[in-house]
């Protein structure tokens, strides 16, 4: 009997191990293109499988309801002051242990169920967690509030702040948020004019850095904080390139407000060695991420051209395509968005399908959108630059735009990646980007 007992979950356990280390393998041979995912370096993961992650410490550090956090403090203390500093900002806060949650806790400090917040629609890039109760999206479900969206511009991609204007003032609404930010991100938004609308309505303005954090903490894209939000929230893993976690940071005012919805009301345990893992995602910040955050806009721009070339041809190629990490592409002259996504990852090329501006006229399906969207942020931190961009560009259209078999064209991205499988921008990087590192 527990013979059996023993065999059966040994089987359990041999299949969850082989499938993690599957994983490792088909990442090393594919081109890592989805947006919002990055692979961090080699100290992260340490901080990851290191004994923080069995412990507790409620509360801000120095203010702990347990005991045995003497070393947890002072890293969190670390990683606090080093966020003031990467983000220009007065306050910081690491206990979020997601960009979801850290919004959460933005709503929750600065407006109370029932209040109006203004938010960018989810077709238009918006998230889901800034989105309204119909939507099923967090600000309206879990916090009750009511949300205006922005009147957008699709020829500038960004938000319309007059119309804006003209829209709250017809509905005669009174917000208490402006939410800024978005998933799909290509041009920076207009934060003081939109801090000049909301300080008309005594409203505080919250930028979800979730997809541009890394960005700004190299100093490209925008200076939110500089700017005049009140507010940052963002996700720990996109530009970013630390453990899958959350981050807040704002004006001293929002301090005391912030600090007490984090603890108790949000969280309990705020996952500790992730908070180890996101100090020393900023240390490399400060180091490395001028340099970094400016390969991955070249990047971008490159692959946009190169895409172009090869008969592919990015959107707002007439801005310059994009002033971020992303590229965004109408692929329905070929095949749909879904079947894009699914061809290119049978060629090891991993990325996702995206709703583009027409499906809004179009109502196309979400499911299966016309476009595509690509992050170049993991591919610069294996070392590459504009000449793989040409390459990557060729691989993708040998798929969508000329029809090849996905698995020969995967042989090659194989080949292709062998070369790049260190993790740069780090201060070591002696553990090969996937490798599956085994402790048992
Ligand atoms: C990814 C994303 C989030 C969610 O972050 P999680 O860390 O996955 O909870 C929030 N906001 C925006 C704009 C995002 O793109």
Redesign the pocket.
């Given at each position: 009997m527990t013979d059996d007992r023993v065999s059966e979950g040994y089987a359990y356990f041999t299949r969850v191990l082989d499938r993690l280390r599957k994983h490792h393998e088909f990442f090393s041979r594919a081109i890592p293109l989805v947006a919002?995912e990055n692979v961090p370096s080699p100290a992260v993961r340490e901080a990851l499988a290191s004994d923080f992650g069995n412990r507790y410490a409620e509360g801000y550090p120095g203010e702990r309801l347990y005991a045995g956090c003497k070393w947890i403090d002072e890293v969190e203390l670390i990683g606090v002051e080093l966020a003031k500093k990467v983000f220009k900002a007065p306050f910081a806060d690491l206990r979020p242990i997601?960009?979801?949650?850290?919004?959460l806790a933005a709503y929750t400090a600065l407006a109370e169920p029932g209040d109006t917040m203004v938010a960018l629609a989810i077709p238009h890039g918006?998230?889901i967690?800034?989105g309204k109760r119909s939507w099923n999206g967090t600000a309206g479900r879990v916090r009750g509030l009511d949300i205006i969206r922005y009147e957008f511009d699709y020829e500038r991609f960004n938000i319309d702040v007059d119309g804006t204007r003209r829209r709250i003032e017809k509905e005669n609404a009174r917000p208490k948020i402006f939410m800024l930010?978005?998933?799909v991100?290509l041009f920076p938004h207009p934060v003081k004019e939109v801090a000049s609308l909301a300080s008309e309505y005594g409203a505080a303005v919250v930028y979800?850095a979730?997809?541009v954090a890394g960005l700004i903490a190299g100093g490209v894209f925008q200076d939110p904080i500089g700017e005049g939000v009140d507010v940052m929230?963002m996700?720990t893993?996109?530009t970013l390139a630390g453990p899958?976690?959350?981050l807040v940071v704002s004006k001293e005012k929002y301090a005391e407000q912030l600090k007490s919805v984090m603890f108790p009301p949000l969280h309990s345990n705020h996952h500790l060695h992730a908070v180890a893992g996101v100090a020393i995602a900023l240390a490399e910040a400060l180091a490395f991420y001028h340099e970094y955050s400016s390969a991955i806009v070249r990047n971008a721009k490159a692959l946009a051209s190169a895409l172009s070339e090869e008969g592919l041809p990015p959107l707002y190629g007439e801005l310059g395509y994009t002033e971020s990490h992303q590229v965004l592409i109408d692929v329905s002259k070929f095949m749909g968005g879904r079947d894009a996504e699914v061809k290119l990852e049978e060629a090891g090329i991993v990325l996702n399908r995206n709703l583009i501006p027409k499906d809004y006229e179009l109502k196309t399906d979400y499911k299966n959108p016309s476009g595509i969207r690509i992050g170049t942020q993991e591919v610069t931190r294996l070392g590459m630059g504009p000449s793989e961009m040409k390459e990557i560009a060729r691989f993708i259209s040998r798929v969508v735009v000329r029809g090849e078999d996905p698995r020969k064209v995967g042989q090659e991205v194989a080949e292709f990646r062998k070369d790049y499988n260190k993790v740069h921008y780090a201060f070591t990087n002696l553990t090969e980007a996937y490798k599956y590192v085994e402790i048992r």
């Amino acid at each position: 009997m527990t013979d059996d007992r023993v065999s059966e979950g040994y089987a359990y356990f041999t299949r969850v191990l082989d499938r993690l280390r599957k994983h490792h393998e088909f990442f090393s041979r594919a081109i890592p293109l989805v947006a919002s995912e990055n692979v961090p370096s080699p100290a992260v993961r340490e901080a990851l499988a290191s004994d923080f992650g069995n412990r507790y410490a409620e509360g801000y550090p120095g203010e702990r309801l347990y005991a045995g956090c003497k070393w947890i403090d002072e890293v969190e203390l670390i990683g606090v002051e080093l966020a003031k500093k990467v983000f220009k900002a007065p306050f910081a806060d690491l206990r979020p242990i997601s960009g979801v949650v850290a919004n959460l806790a933005a709503y929750t400090a600065l407006a109370e169920p029932g209040d109006t917040m203004v938010a960018l629609a989810i077709p238009h890039g918006g998230h889901i967690s800034h989105g309204k109760r119909s939507w099923n999206g967090t600000a309206g479900r879990v916090r009750g509030l009511d949300i205006i969206r922005y009147e957008f511009d699709y020829e500038r991609f960004n938000i319309d702040v007059d119309g804006t204007r003209r829209r709250i003032e017809k509905e005669n609404a009174r917000p208490k948020i402006f939410m800024l930010g978005a998933s799909v991100f290509l041009f920076p938004h207009p934060v003081k004019e939109v801090a000049s609308l909301a300080s008309e309505y005594g409203a505080a303005v919250v930028y979800d850095a979730a997809h541009v954090a890394g960005l700004i903490a190299g100093g490209v894209f925008q200076d939110p904080i500089g700017e005049g939000v009140d507010v940052m929230t963002m996700s720990t893993h996109k530009t970013l390139a630390g453990p899958q976690h959350g981050l807040v940071v704002s004006k001293e005012k929002y301090a005391e407000q912030l600090k007490s919805v984090m603890f108790p009301p949000l969280h309990s345990n705020h996952h500790l060695h992730a908070v180890a893992g996101v100090a020393i995602a900023l240390a490399e910040a400060l180091a490395f991420y001028h340099e970094y955050s400016s390969a991955i806009v070249r990047n971008a721009k490159a692959l946009a051209s190169a895409l172009s070339e090869e008969g592919l041809p990015p959107l707002y190629g007439e801005l310059g395509y994009t002033e971020s990490h992303q590229v965004l592409i109408d692929v329905s002259k070929f095949m749909g968005g879904r079947d894009a996504e699914v061809k290119l990852e049978e060629a090891g090329i991993v990325l996702n399908r995206n709703l583009i501006p027409k499906d809004y006229e179009l109502k196309t399906d979400y499911k299966n959108p016309s476009g595509i969207r690509i992050g170049t942020q993991e591919v610069t931190r294996l070392g590459m630059g504009p000449s793989e961009m040409k390459e990557i560009a060729r691989f993708i259209s040998r798929v969508v735009v000329r029809g090849e078999d996905p698995r020969k064209v995967g042989q090659e991205v194989a080949e292709f990646r062998k070369d790049y499988n260190k993790v740069h921008y780090a201060f070591t990087n002696l553990t090969e980007a996937y490798k599956y590192v085994e402790i048992r």
